[in-house]
């Protein structure tokens, strides 16, 4: 054989290989990838969700800081509130505490008064079955650690099918053009079409879904690579057995950021560990903030934190991929675009499956096409 028919030769199953690595990987975990991008769509609307399945947890109004401080007292003294990881206070939109069990359990308490309003049981509520199944796919670690795999997988299926479709700048445009028959010309242009024009949305969905996955290796790689110092630590606060006064601490918060709005206290796992205040400083993205608080909850006294408007480049990077892919920026527009985004993925399975299967009903002599 010629040098030049080897030649040709490479190519050509460099390509055959691709369309098969393409075909199968879609029709395995593009199956998987499909149903939690679908799933995102719907996560994209949570609380708007929870408030209309939830009635009970509107209709309140926010209570003062000092009221605030007391119902906290009591939510935290109570069998329910021993149990809780993590508390978020009442706001405009949700104006209850929304409490966070180890187990992903959510207990909502009245604003004022801290008596229990609603719990919802990760294992019987629809819309935590389905953030588990977007975030962990119901397996914890494990079934993040696949994710991740299936993320990539999909990041694969996008960038091969572009490099596969793609005839020529001249002749892109013409190779779009969608065909209403034979089936097996429709499914083919309808999955070509769909996963080009939509190439950069998907790729932004993809792309910052991925990292989710790895956020703490993705968070220090970018940091690393503008040269800035890693994320600083809450530092120990000597044990106690004093009772937290839980009004003095919010006020302590509140004086120490009195622009920031406090989104989320998490609550210390071992004794010693400092008491972590999320909180929302103006012009941060995120919904719950990336800024924190570092608090000795005994004697209510802050004693540092981190302010995350004043981070370096590769921080401040990090801490936009969350919120694009939440679409907690870019308004309704962008919640709108990411929705339909999300829906894509189980279009493209469904059209590469019909169009596939359209392609193994031909005759063995057609099937080149």
Request: a positive charge; hydrophobic letters at 45%.
């Amino acid at each position: 054989m010629t040098r030049s028919g080897t030649a040709h030769r490479s190519p050509r199953r460099a390509r055959t290989l691709l369309k098969t690595l393409h075909l199968w990987l879609g029709l395995s975990l593009g199956v998987v990838l499909a149903l939690v991008a679908l799933s995102g769509s719907v996560l994209l609307f949570e609380d708007q969700l929870v408030v209309a399945g939830h009635p009970e947890l509107t209709g309140h109004a926010v209570p003062d800081p000092t009221t605030q401080g007391r119902a906290l007292q009591h939510i935290l003294g109570s069998p329910d509130g021993s149990a809780l990881r993590s508390i978020s206070p009442p706001d405009e939109a949700l104006p209850v505490w929304d409490g966070g069990l180890k187990g992903g359990d959510h207990v909502y308490f009245d604003a004022a008064t801290g008596e229990p309003v609603l719990r919802r049981k990760a294992s019987g509520d629809g819309l935590l079955i389905l953030k588990d199944w977007h975030t962990h796919l119901l397996s914890g670690p494990v079934g993040e650690t696949i994710l991740g795999v299936v993320a990539w997988a999909g990041l694969f299926m996008l960038l091969s099918g572009v490099w596969l479709y793609w005839p020529g700048r001249r002749r892109a445009l013409t190779h779009l053009r969608p065909h209403p028959r034979p089936a097996i010309l429709r499914w083919a242009s309808w999955h070509r079409f769909v996963g080009v024009v939509a190439f950069p949305l998907l790729l932004v969905m993809l792309g910052t879904g991925t990292t989710m996955a790895y956020r703490g290796a993705v968070r220090a790689g970018l940091v690393s690579a503008f040269g800035e110092p890693a994320p600083r630590k809450p530092p120990p606060v000597p044990s106690s057995t004093s009772l937290v006064d839980w009004p003095a601490v919010l006020n302590a918060a509140h004086a120490a950021a009195p622009d920031a709005e406090i989104t989320r206290i998490m609550l210390p796992v071992r004794d010693g560990a400092a008491l972590v205040l999320r909180i929302r400083r103006p012009g941060e993205w995120n919904i719950a903030g990336r800024s924190t608080l570092w608090i000795d909850a005994p004697d209510a006294r802050v004693i540092g934190g981190e302010d995350a408007t004043r981070l370096g480049t590769g921080g401040t990077l990090a801490n936009t991929l969350f919120p694009i892919h939440t679409a907690a920026v870019g308004g309704t527009l962008w919640r709108v675009v990411a929705c339909i985004t999300g829906v894509l993925p189980m279009f493209l399975m469904v059209t590469g499956f019909l169009f596939w299967r359209a392609r193994r009903n031909r005759p063995p002599a057609m099937r080149t096409t």
